[in-house]
């Protein structure tokens, strides 16, 4: 790979998609691709996988040689699942050490696929606003529905609103809450979802790769927070068409199936975000106001017998990962 990164010095962008146990959505994700490499040419893909431990490489590769994708799609074996930002980094970093970065890099989602002009389109917006640092695209459902896919900054408010989940209260916080509703024109926005995020090189330059001490979720919206601080805004552009079979590569945010109980390392990578760029004291009201105010949403459910869609134990798993009774940890999350 690093001789590979070595090589290219003529890219525009680099993908990466990471695979881990979707060996089928990662080449449906790669057949999408197919016409939309082939009509910028300076297009190339790296699929890392985070040692998925099943046929997964195989599978993969052998859809590149039968579909003759070699030439714009490298396979890269990685020793372990290290998580979303570790999958994205490993791609990355020879070409950053090596000097050859292409002037954008795309992380993609297995559980995608692209729609025509998907690419060029967040290439074209980028080259036309040098300033911009991260640019998302607008995912949708197959039937062309479209997901929230550009955020505001997870705060205090925020956490009161998603907690209590009261009509007059979001509205009152209505600037803090973190899923604005769906607009179709390109607009700032704080973050946008990693499932389609495309990043300037200087970004990289400027604060360095994906932070790795997340496993999964809340490191995108991090590094966007990162990019921010720097200098180098987020933009959202809906001319950029995604589809994106939401949580099939996860299994934790999959809408169309109950809801799981929330793994430890969503509770990890929370508690992290908040520690790292809040510090303790704003993190412990965080975790106050998130706590009470479902508390209070899960008695008034009840009261209204309102139908109950959240992970299973949520409060209580919450509760046990918060600041008070895990403290000031913001080391790597553990797994399992």
């Known amino acids: 790979m690093t001789n590979f990164a070595e090589a290219n010095m003529s890219l525009q962008l680099l993908v990466v998609i990471v695979n881990y146990r979707t060996p089928a959505l990662t080449i449906d994700c790669l057949r999408s691709l197919k016409d939309e490499v082939q009509a910028m040419s300076t297009v190339q893909v790296v699929v890392t996988d985070n040692d998925s431990g099943d046929d997964s490489i195989n599978q993969i590769q052998r859809a590149i040689a039968q579909g003759g994708w070699g030439d714009w799609v490298t396979m890269m074996p990685l020793e372990r699942n290290g998580g979303f930002a570790y999958g994205n980094n490993a791609a990355i970093r020879p070409y950053l050490q090596a000097g050859t970065l292409p002037p954008y890099v795309l992380l993609l989602n297995p559980d995608t696929v692209v729609r025509p002009n998907a690419l060029r389109s967040l290439v074209n917006f980028m080259d036309q606003h040098p300033t911009v640092g991260i640019a998302g695209s607008r995912l949708e459902d197959p039937d062309t529905t479209p997901q929230c896919s550009a955020f505001r900054f997870h705060t205090l408010f925020s956490e009161i609103d998603s907690s209590i989940r009261l009509g007059f209260v979001s509205n009152m916080l209505k600037r803090w809450i973190v899923a604005p509703p769906v607009v179709d024109e390109a607009c700032q926005t704080d973050w946008v979802a990693g499932a389609s995020m495309i990043i300037r090189r200087d970004v990289f330059e400027t604060v360095g790769l994906m932070d790795e001490a997340y496993f999964m979720y809340y490191e995108e919206m991090d590094f966007c927070l990162q990019a921010n601080r720097a200098g180098w805004p987020c933009w959202y552009v809906p001319q950029s068409r995604i589809v994106h079979l939401v949580g ?46 479902f508390a209070l949403w899960r008695v008034r459910r009840l009261i209204q017998q309102k139908p109950d869609s959240d992970p299973p134990q949520l409060l209580n798993d919450f509760i046990r990962n918060s600041i008070f009774f895990r403290g000031g940890v913001i080391g790597p999350a553990k797994i399992g």
């Open 248 to 293: 099939q590569s996860s299994g934790v945010t999959n809408t169309k199936s109950p809801a799981k109980r929330r793994p430890q390392y969503w509770f990890d990578s929370r508690r992290r975000y908040f520690l790292k760029n809040y510090g303790w004291f704003y993190t412990a009201l965080a975790d106050t106001v998130w706590a009470v105010g």
